[in-house]
Every structure is written in C-alpha cells, then in structure tokens.
C-alpha cells in the first residue's frame, strides 16, 4: 500500500495492492476525481483533469467530479457539505490548502485541507489504507476557526465518483421487520437514487452500504465498486447520475431535519465511509469487507459461542423454575451461552409496563438472578441477559418519576409503540442512569453477554433541555452518546460480549460493529425465510456476526413445517444459536439436537472465520448452497457446505454443485461420501447433491487428505 502525490502534476493516489485511486487539483484549484479501479500509474491521469462545459447552463462540468462536493458557485449536484454562516451566506468557496501523510499503526493515512477564501472555515478531508486490504476510509473533519457559530445543515463523509460504465446498476437491500436484508437490483438513469434511514437508527427498511457494476457483474466475476457507511443513525446515500453520464455516490447522516452548530473554536467529525473496487465479482466484494470487519472493525477475536435464547419458549412467563429446566436441557445439547430474554426485570409481565425499572422481579426470582445463574454455571454454560435501555414504557416508575427524559414536543401527545417512548440519552443524568444501572447488573452478577434490543423508532424529536435553535441536533446526539454508552461499558466489562439488536436487524452497520460482537439480523426464525435474509447480510456482513437461532418445527412466523436438521443447518451458517422451548422436545428429538451442535463446533471455525462462498449456480432450480473454505481444528485447510432445497420439481435430479476456494493441487475427503477428490475436480466437476422433496438440506464437511 502506498500513499502519494506528485507536486508537478498535481496528482494523489492511494494504491492498494489490486486497486488505484486518483485525484488532482485542476486548473480552478478544485479537487476533481480521475480515477478509481484496477491498479495504474497515477501520471497516466493527469490528462483526466481540467475544467470542462458544455453550455452557460452546463458551465461547470468537473464539479460533477469533484472530490469533496461544497455547496457555492456553479454546483447542482447532491452536495457533500453545506453551511449556513452567520451573517445569513449560504455558499462556499472552499480551496486546497495543503497536504500530510502520515502513518498511524497499520494505516497510513492522508489529510488534505481546504479552506474557505473569506469565512474562518477549515474542512479536512481524511483517506486511509490498511495492508492486506483494498478498502479506503474516508470521513471529514469540518472546523470552526473563527468568533462566530457556523451551521452545518449538511455534512457527508464522502462522495465516490465511478468510472464511466456502459451501464450502472446499484445492487442494494431493503426489507421491514422480518424481512430483512432483501437484495434488490436497479440500473440507475438520470437522477437520484436515495437509499435512507429517518427512524433514529439503522433501519430495516434499508442498510448503509451500496454497490455499483456495469450490469453484468456476478458472483465471481465482474468489475464492482462498493461502499459502507459506519453510522448507527439516520444516514443517507444518494446515487446521482447527470445528464453527461457521470455517477457520483454520496453518503453520510441524513440531513432530513437535522443541523448542527459549531460554536468558535469547535470541530465536527463525519463517521466512516468505506469504499473498495474489486475485479472478481460481488463474492470478491463480501470476502474483502468480511476480512476487514474480522481485522480492523468487531471487537471480539474468539470463536463466537453456541448460545440458547428463552424467548420464544417463554416470552414474559419469565421464573426461576422454568427457566432452570431450560437450561438443564440446553446444556444437554452442548450450548455454551444460556441467554435469558425480556420479562426478568420490574412488573415486567408483558410489553405494556415495567420497561425502565432494571431491578430483578422477586416473585419471579425471589432468591435473585444468582439462584439461575449459579445453576446455569453448574451445567457449564455461560450466562447471559437481554436488556433495553433506552426506552421506557409509560406504566413504569422510571417513568413516573422522570416523564421528561423521554424525547417530546410539550404541546404534541407522545406517541407511543409498543407501549414505549423513548428516552433522551444525550441528557446527563440519563446517561448516567443507564451506565450505572448496567455497571450495577453487570458487578454484582456472574453475566458474560448482553443482548441490548431497540425496539421504539423516535418520534416528537423534542429535547426539552437543549436550545431551541439546536433542537435539530437530536439526532446525531442520540447516535454519538450511545456509542458513548457501549465504550464505557466495554471498558469497564472487557469479558462481556455484547449483541446488538433493534425490532431485528435495524441497527446492524460498521458504526454498531465496532462495540458489538454479534448481531441478530431479523426477528423472523423461519428457517427458509432466514435463506434470503442471511444471504443479504454476507454480502456486507460477516458470518461470524450474524446469530441465527433453531426455533419449532412449526414456525411461528407462518406455520411452515421443517425438519430438526434443516432448522440446524440453516442456523449454523452464522453464529449458532436455539430458541426453541426444549421443556417439549422428546429425548429423541434433543438427541438428534445434541448430534448437529457437535457437528458444529466441528466446523465453527470454518464458517466463523474462513472465506464464504455463496454457491448461486443451482438457484433456477430451488437449490441454495453457501460454502465456507478455512483453516478448521487440525491445523489444515478444510471446508464446509450446506446446500438446501427447497422443493423438488418432476422428479429432477440436480446438476453436480461446483464448489470454490480449494487448492486444486491437494486431494480432499468429503464426510458420506467414499473415496478422495482433487480440489481441480470438486470444483470443475463438482459434487452430487442428494436432495429430496421439500425443505430438504444437507452439511458436507470437507478435509484435506493426509
């Protein structure tokens, strides 16, 4: 990796070992974008740049290019930054104002600042590379230096501006709660494409990153250009193509209702943009972004643990008793993590009072937590806890005691979902309320994992505290005071490990990853509905931080009826987990259970650490495979394969699936199956897959031969 800049022609790069990015100060003294792909001699650039028009109405081409997009003068464009100064001028004139490179732990790293020509205005604009990864992060920094406030009604991380392509498609997803990280494609014509979150967090409905090609990208193959956002609050990413055939992608907070001031003298940091280029195809793309996460982003290096979840066996019928015999049988299993879910706390009998009285329920636990988490520890299991801090539902004492912690607009009625408003954690003393509540929890209990769940999007976006003038502020507020929350408490609690969770998968993003060390990326359990949803997840995601649990055989979700191994190998893609009410399991049924959690522990650090390989090549006909090629127990490479069918058609056989990522110079044996492959065989010939009827599946384990 190398960072330069050529002072003749007025060029920087940033080279990656399979990429090259380039811009130059033209003529006009404008940072304008050149070039992002495969690797290149930055000097071959330089024609690229200069002023371009097309007309007195088109005048300023190259600001459709530009680097870092200020909103003044001849730009139309989405811009990346726009200031209102307080003599009432909205417009900018930033200009190059220097350069430095630096190298800071494994990154090196260049600052560029550009200044505006009249206001006390300095904006730097921060890239870095990593070793080993073709990734650049990009955020501003944006400084007030002078004696007056300065309004920043927009402030982006970055804007990426692609290659000209023959075509644009922007492949992203979307969703709603239990349909989360649906994939969904579309070729961008002139105008905007907005991909968004206005709820308070991630979202669902749609998840920070995006991802460009020429429309004939596929899964190993093609040419694309990607980006991810690390921002757990309302964010934006706008696609824009123009009329001359240029596409820039700009993101960053959403700037729908939100502002912020900068008195003199202070600073304002955008989050993390992160961007990449690849030449082998999306499966190229999720590789790339899953190493980058395992190295750089999630907190935790260890194997993730197979955990059990009481909530869908017992929702708020929460006691000692019933919970107890739960985790006799999931230790039984060979689970790792017996995790208690809502109800234990307060009058927490259902979802309509209790929310924000963290104090154990004594009827329910009239000896305390310590009574189950002393039995949970006698079967050799870890215990952990759900928690949702920051909310509260009206019926709680919490509540009654401070009805002003809670975002509101006094004269507006406070809406209510779930039975829960949601509490201002911007304000000190609720800060403080929920640091010392869980610090307390987390002392004087033997608890090694939390499960902090959102469930309340924020409504009447009112702080009854903060200036009126800076109400707007909430937003960004909320976000930064929760990251606050996690790094205290990961501080003060490094063996606690920590899953974030939000009605499902709506607080999943690189933001959030960089304090939890797993996520739940939907509510829904159905183990054919997860296919689609654990797919869309890896195209970002790594495995390693996806929890998947094993629920009923009848889901509840829709009644559809799977078998135990299926229900298994679907969950054991991610981070395996179980929530099903094992008080109704026959000894055969929890036989049968015990069986495939062995089998994988036997694969775990396959699927939680090595390269995955989503296997598309039989999905005309109903057939969803996904592979994973690592290092496993013995030392040498192995892999592992699920494949699943969904319905079987005619009495069709399948095609042989054609695996990847093995060393097509070694030989392998493949667990029920006799004899031994060439890794050139398994993967140009393949293998035979025995799939039957409906909602059938099957797990191949794969070991080099010794």
Same mark, same amino acid.
């Given at each position: 990796m190398t960072i330069q800049m050529d002072s003749n022609l007025k060029l920087f790069s940033l080279s990656t070992e399979n990429s090259s990015y380039v811009f130059g100060i033209n003529d006009k003294g404008i940072l304008q974008h050149l070039y992002w792909g495969a690797p290149i001699d930055?000097?071959?650039?330089?024609?690229?740049?200069?002023?371009?028009?097309?007309?007195?109405?088109?005048?300023?081409?190259?600001?459709?290019?530009?680097?870092?997009?200020?909103?003044?003068?001849?730009?139309?464009?989405?811009?990346?930054?726009?200031?209102?100064?307080?003599?009432?001028?909205?417009?900018?004139?930033?200009?190059?104002?220097?350069?430095?490179?630096?190298?800071?732990?494994?990154? &090196?790293?260049?600052?560029?600042?550009?200044?505006?020509?009249?206001?006390?205005?300095?904006?730097?604009?921060?890239?870095?590379?990593?070793?080993?990864?073709?990734?650049?992060?990009?955020?501003?920094?944006?400084?007030?230096?002078?004696d007056h406030d300065v309004v920043l009604e927009s402030a982006q991380s970055a804007a990426w501006t692609m290659p000209m392509l023959e075509d644009y498609r922007l492949t992203h997803v979307t969703g709603k709660w239990a349909g989360e990280f649906q994939l969904r494609e579309t070729v961008l014509s002139e105008g905007k494409k907005v991909l968004e979150s206005r709820r308070g967090f991630t979202d669902?409905?749609?998840?920070?990153?995006?991802?460009?090609d020429n429309g004939r990208a596929a899964e190993e193959s093609g040419e694309v250009w990607f980006g991810a956002l690390a921002w757990s609050g309302n964010w934006k990413i706008v696609a824009e193509k123009t009329a001359f055939d240029l596409v820039r992608v700009t993101g960053g907070i959403n700037d729908f209702d939100s502002e912020w001031t900068l008195a003199p003298g202070e600073s304002f940091e955008t989050p993390t943009f992160t961007g990449g280029y690849v030449s082998?195809?999306?499966?190229?793309?999720?590789?790339?972004?899953?190493?980058?996460?395992?190295?750089?982003?999630?907190?935790?290096?260890?194997?993730?643990?197979?955990?059990?979840?009481?909530?869908e066996a017992t929702y708020f019928d929460v006691n000692v008793q019933d919970q107890s015999a739960l985790a006799e049988r999931a230790a039984k299993l060979g689970v790792e993590l017996f995790v208690i879910d809502d109800g234990w706390f307060g009058q927490r009998n259902h979802d309509r009072a209790g929310l924000g009285d963290w104090t154990v329920n004594p009827e329910k636990f009239p000896n305390g937590l310590g009574e189950l988490i002393d039995k949970v520890r006698s079967y050799g299991m870890e215990f952990g806890i759900w928690v949702e801090p920051e909310a509260v539902n009206p019926d709680s004492d919490l509540y009654r005691q401070h009805p002003d912690w809670v975002y509101h607009f006094p004269t507006r009625s406070r809406t209510e979902l779930r039975?829960?408003?949601?509490?201002?954690?911007?304000?000190?003393?609720?800060?403080?309320?929920?640091?010392?509540?869980?610090?307390?929890?987390?002392?004087?209990?033997?608890?090694?994992?939390?499960?902090?769940?959102m469930n309340r999007t924020i409504t009447e976006p009112g702080m009854q505290n903060h200036p009126l003038n800076r109400q707007k502020e909430l937003w960004v507020r909320h976000v930064r005071s929760l990251y606050e929350i996690w790094s205290e408490l990961r501080e003060k609690f490094p063996h606690v490990a920590f899953e974030t969770c939000a009605g499902g998968g709506s607080r999943i993003d690189f933001g959030m990853l960089r304090y939890a060390d797993q996520a739940w990326p939907s509510d829904n359990t159905d183990a054919f509905d997860r296919l689609?949803?654990?797919?869309?997840?890896?195209y970002v995601y790594a495995p390693k931080l996806m929890t998947c649990w094993v629920t009923e &055989?009848?889901?509840?979700?829709?009644?559809?009826?799977?078998?135990?191994?299926?229900?298994?190998?679907?969950?054991?893609?991610?981070?395996?987990?179980?929530?099903?009410?094992?008080?109704?399991?026959?000894?055969?049924?929890?036989?049968?259970?015990?069986?495939?959690?062995?089998?994988?522990?036997?694969?775990?650090?396959?699927?939680?650490?090595?390269?995955?390989?989503?296997?598309?090549?039989?999905?005309?006909?109903?057939?969803?495979?996904?592979?994973?090629?690592?290092?496993?127990?013995?030392?040498?490479?192995e892999s592992v394969l699920f494949a699943f069918l969904h319905s079987q058609k005619l009495g069709d056989r399948f095609p042989r699936l054609l695996l990847q990522g093995l060393n097509p110079d070694k030989r392998y044996i493949i667990d029920g199956i006799e004899g031994s492959h060439s890794g050139l065989a398994l993967m140009r010939i393949g293998v035979e897959l025995p799939l039957k009827g409906d909602f059938d599946s099957l797990m191949y384990h794969i070991r080099e031969q010794q």
């Amino acid at each position: 990796m190398t960072i330069q800049m050529d002072s003749n022609l007025k060029l920087f790069s940033l080279s990656t070992e399979n990429s090259s990015y380039v811009f130059g100060i033209n003529d006009k003294g404008i940072l304008q974008h050149l070039y992002w792909g495969a690797p290149i001699d930055a000097a071959d650039c330089a024609p690229l740049m200069g002023s371009r028009s097309h007309s007195s109405f088109d005048a300023a081409l190259d600001r459709e290019a530009e680097e870092y997009a200020f909103w003044g003068g001849l730009s139309y464009m989405e811009p990346s930054l726009k200031v209102r100064l307080h003599d009432g001028v909205r417009d900018l004139r930033l200009v190059y104002d220097g350069y430095r490179i630096e190298e800071t732990g494994k990154k &090196e790293i260049l600052t560029i600042t550009l200044k505006d020509e009249t206001y006390p205005i300095e904006v730097r604009l921060t890239y870095a590379i990593m070793p080993g990864l073709d990734l650049i992060e990009r955020h501003v920094t944006i400084a007030n230096t002078g004696d007056h406030d300065v309004v920043l009604e927009s402030a982006q991380s970055a804007a990426w501006t692609m290659p000209m392509l023959e075509d644009y498609r922007l492949t992203h997803v979307t969703g709603k709660w239990a349909g989360e990280f649906q994939l969904r494609e579309t070729v961008l014509s002139e105008g905007k494409k907005v991909l968004e979150s206005r709820r308070g967090f991630t979202d669902g409905h749609a998840n920070p990153w995006f991802a460009i090609d020429n429309g004939r990208a596929a899964e190993e193959s093609g040419e694309v250009w990607f980006g991810a956002l690390a921002w757990s609050g309302n964010w934006k990413i706008v696609a824009e193509k123009t009329a001359f055939d240029l596409v820039r992608v700009t993101g960053g907070i959403n700037d729908f209702d939100s502002e912020w001031t900068l008195a003199p003298g202070e600073s304002f940091e955008t989050p993390t943009f992160t961007g990449g280029y690849v030449s082998g195809g999306f499966g190229s793309m999720s590789r790339l972004l899953h190493k980058y996460q395992y190295e750089v982003v999630a907190p935790g290096r260890e194997l993730r643990k197979v955990l059990y979840n009481s909530w869908e066996a017992t929702y708020f019928d929460v006691n000692v008793q019933d919970q107890s015999a739960l985790a006799e049988r999931a230790a039984k299993l060979g689970v790792e993590l017996f995790v208690i879910d809502d109800g234990w706390f307060g009058q927490r009998n259902h979802d309509r009072a209790g929310l924000g009285d963290w104090t154990v329920n004594p009827e329910k636990f009239p000896n305390g937590l310590g009574e189950l988490i002393d039995k949970v520890r006698s079967y050799g299991m870890e215990f952990g806890i759900w928690v949702e801090p920051e909310a509260v539902n009206p019926d709680s004492d919490l509540y009654r005691q401070h009805p002003d912690w809670v975002y509101h607009f006094p004269t507006r009625s406070r809406t209510e979902l779930r039975n829960q408003l949601v509490l201002n954690i911007s304000m000190p003393e609720v800060k403080s309320y929920i640091i010392n509540f869980m610090s307390d929890l987390l002392e004087r209990h033997d608890i090694s994992f939390v499960k902090w769940d959102m469930n309340r999007t924020i409504t009447e976006p009112g702080m009854q505290n903060h200036p009126l003038n800076r109400q707007k502020e909430l937003w960004v507020r909320h976000v930064r005071s929760l990251y606050e929350i996690w790094s205290e408490l990961r501080e003060k609690f490094p063996h606690v490990a920590f899953e974030t969770c939000a009605g499902g998968g709506s607080r999943i993003d690189f933001g959030m990853l960089r304090y939890a060390d797993q996520a739940w990326p939907s509510d829904n359990t159905d183990a054919f509905d997860r296919l689609s949803i654990q797919e869309g997840f890896s195209y970002v995601y790594a495995p390693k931080l996806m929890t998947c649990w094993v629920t009923e &055989e009848v889901s509840g979700m829709n009644k559809r009826v799977t078998s135990i191994p299926y229900r298994f190998h679907s969950a054991m893609t991610g981070t395996l987990g179980i929530g099903a009410n094992l008080n109704h399991w026959s000894e055969e049924q929890l036989e049968e259970a015990a069986n495939l959690v062995a089998q994988y522990k036997t694969v775990r650090p396959l699927v939680q650490e090595g390269r995955q390989y989503r296997l598309s090549m039989l999905k005309h006909k109903g057939v969803e495979a996904v592979q994973y090629v690592g290092v496993g127990d013995s030392g040498e490479e192995e892999s592992v394969l699920f494949a699943f069918l969904h319905s079987q058609k005619l009495g069709d056989r399948f095609p042989r699936l054609l695996l990847q990522g093995l060393n097509p110079d070694k030989r392998y044996i493949i667990d029920g199956i006799e004899g031994s492959h060439s890794g050139l065989a398994l993967m140009r010939i393949g293998v035979e897959l025995p799939l039957k009827g409906d909602f059938d599946s099957l797990m191949y384990h794969i070991r080099e031969q010794q």
